[in-house]
């Protein structure tokens, strides 16, 4: 692989808007008519959500993720995806780059809603 060209640079604040947590992967279920959705069920310590994640043709099992923790950002207007409202993204690793993407993921555990930055 050979690393994308870096984008421009924004200023600090820009940076200081998004809101990164760390929240547990509760359930993973496929979202019905779809191929690559899955909905997340996400544990942030003082709330619950669902995130829509496009993660089923990238792993064997979706499943596999539950009970790990990984970064969402929870600060993105909501978005309906084939008729299930997702309240966040799933902050991963490597699909815009071509690679099989992994989660981004805390070295160790940490509470529920920690924020990332």
Do not use: W
Request: with cysteine; aromatic share 6%; charged share 25%.
């Amino acid at each position: 692989m050979t690393p994308a060209l870096i984008k421009p640079v924004i200023p600090f604040e820009l940076l200081d808007q998004i809101d990164i947590r760390v929240g547990t992967i509760e359930s993973v279920e496929d979202v019905a008519d779809s191929d690559k959705l899955c909905q997340l069920r996400v544990n942030f310590g003082d709330h619950h959500r669902t995130i829509i994640a496009g993660i089923r043709k990238e792993r064997t099992n979706p499943k596999e993720i539950q009970g790990k923790q990984a970064l969402f950002v929870v600060n993105l207007e909501p978005r309906k995806m084939r008729g299930v409202l997702s309240e966040g993204m799933l902050f991963d690793i490597g699909y815009a780059d071509g690679v099989r993407p992994v989660l981004s993921m805390p070295e160790f555990p940490v509470p529920d809603g920690t924020r990332a930055g």
